[in-house]
């Protein structure tokens, strides 16, 4: 999860690659833990082979309970080794996603209205950066 706008949130789903899987934006007031099960599940129907995930620590409680119990699914969450800042090991990989996502001019700032274009625009900008790996 990223909060770049005031009053969005953008959550995605990536793989190990850090290649964008699903991408959801809504209302900053829908709390993470509320919004991650329902994330992981709308992943989970485009993608049924998935085993399971990986979470930072803002989605422990509702959302790891919603995935082991309701969806059958392995949750796990990548949480503070120590105090100090270090690269978690799978949580990098969310993270340089979205590095690479705010490269995109369109998507540093909050340009869109509604929140399907603005989802739109995040998968068209991986689309992009994906393309330009080829070359």
């Known amino acids: 999860m990223e909060k770049k706008i005031k009053g969005r949130k953008r959550h995605i789903a990536t793989d190990t690659q850090g290649h964008l899987l699903y991408v959801k934006v809504h209302a900053a007031n829908i709390h993470d833990t509320m919004a991650g099960g329902q994330i992981f599940g709308s992943a989970l129907a485009?993608?049924?082979?998935l085993k399971g995930a990986c979470f930072d620590a803002g989605y422990r409680g509702t959302t790891v309970n919603y995935v082991k119990n309701v969806l059958g699914k392995t949750a796990q969450i990548s949480s503070r080794i120590t105090d100090k800042w270090i690269v978690l090991p799978v949580r990098w990989v969310v993270e340089r996603t979205f590095g690479w996502l705010n490269a995109t001019?369109?998507?540093?700032?909050?340009f869109e209205t509604c929140v399907s274009s603005e989802e739109n625009f995040v998968m068209i900008s991986h689309s992009i950066t994906l393309l330009r790996r080829f070359n």
């Open 105 to 110: 001019r369109r998507l540093a700032k909050d």
């Open 46 to 49: 485009k993608y049924p082979t």
